[in-house]
Structure formats: C-alpha cells, structure tokens
C-alpha cells in the first residue's frame, strides 16, 4: 500500500479539525516530549503544508471550552422600590434551562452557572403581577470573558463573564424591562437612587423617581448647549435615541432638589 503523502495527510487532517470547530471543540498543540506549545492554537493555524511541523504537532488534545457565568443584580417596581420573591430564570441554550433563584429581602439577586460558552443567553424575570425578559447574544459576551489570576490549569477554560443588571416590573401587568450594566457615573450620590440607565445609552433614558409624581430633565452637550428638555413621570422613560453620538450632561429637577449625571450616547 502507497504511503499517503505529506500533503493529503494534511488535508485530512484540516478536514477533520476544521469538522470539530464547527461543532464548537477547540484544540491544544503539543510536542512528543508533552510539554504544551500554545495554549490558544486554534486548528486552521496552519495554512500551508510548510507550516506543517510533525514534532511540534504530534499531540493534539480536543475538547469542549467551558466557562463560569454569573449575572446579579436587583429587582425593583417602577417607583424603585425593591421587590421580594421574583423568580428569575437563565436559558442558556435550549436545553441549559437552570433552576430559577428568588430576589430577597432587598430585591437582590446572584444566579451562577458552568457550561459551553456557545449560544444566546435569556434573562426573565416574573411575579403574580408582571414580567420582563430579554436576551444576551452569543456575539455581545463572547468577548467579555474575564480570565482569574489563579487558573485551574484547563486548556478549554475560557473565563468568567459576570454582569450586573437592573430589572424594572410593572404594578399593573405591564410588562417589564431589563437594564444591563451599573448605574451610570453621577456627580451626586444621591442621583444613583433615580437613575437606572447604563452607560452607555442606546435609545432610552430610564429613572426610579421616588416619592414624586414627575421630574423635570434636561440634557447638555459638552459645550454646554441645551439639547433635549422634557417632564418625566414617575417609572416613564426619556427617549434619546435621536441624539448624537457622545457624551452629555443630565440634570434631574424635582421640587428642591437637583441632581446630575454623565453619560455616553452610542
């Protein structure tokens, strides 16, 4: 039997490898001698038979990449007080359905999970009155993985990914929505209690305006130029989605109180 040359084994070779990618594996080149030569090879590196090396590449270790995922937060009614026993549930993947956690006394929650760090990942969150869901795509956290100082030493290991979020229910079985990321920056500390919104802003500006019935906001451009002026009622939304890209000033007037904060605008 012919001997099968240099050149098809390495056709086959990418074949196969390229087949496992697709099916989400990764792979870790070694040499004969065992010790690992690059941890984050992928298996198309090679693109020419040239670069085909049979010392370097005799070991080849497949398997499947795994990850730590954990999302907290605080639930809240429109008016910003914190709302006990919400259920709040992951989907990761149609068949990564995890048991749901209960927000406590304080509306918090932490929900923390291992798997495949593939697929779109849903949030909700409901009680006996309202419900708010949305969903994290595979492309928007891929890149955020967070790598510990103390690994465990496993090839696959992509990280952690770890976001905090707000979720806003309704009273009066509205639906709900889902605020990703801190509170943004404020110049006064007391403004973190009124203001929802991450930062940055795509489309809307949302706010827990306690014990008033509307707020009045303005919002400046760097050089100090009025651009949007409007009357918010209590667990409304602002609309900002027309404005341009950059950052702004926001100020929220209500009674005698007034209250700012910084924001970038996507």
Known sequence: MRKISLQARSIIRRTIVSLLSSMGFITVHGQAT???????????????????????????????????????????????????????????????????VMTDEDGNFVFEYKTAPWCDIRISATNDISSACDTILEEQYEKEFVMPENPDGDPFY???????????????????????????GVEDGVAEKILLFSNPVENYLWFNLTGVESANVTIYNLSGEQVLTASVPNGESLYVGNLKSGNYLLTVVSGDKKLAARFLKK
């Open 34 to 100: 065992g010790k690992e030569v690059d941890r984050s090879s992928r298996i198309n590196d090679f693109e020419t038979v040239e670069e085909y090396n049979p010392e370097r590449d005799l070991i080849a270790l497949y398997g499947c990449p795994s990850a730590d995922f954990r999302f907290r937060g605080n639930v809240t009614d429109k008016y910003g007080n914190p709302l006990k026993d919400v259920s709040v549930q992951v989907t990761h993947c149609q068949n990564g359905v995890f048991p749901p």
């Open 158 to 184: 992509r990280g952690v990914y770890d976001k905090e979020m707000t979720i806003v229910l309704g009273d009066e079985g509205e639906t709900g929505h889902i605020i990703f990321g801190r509170p943004t």
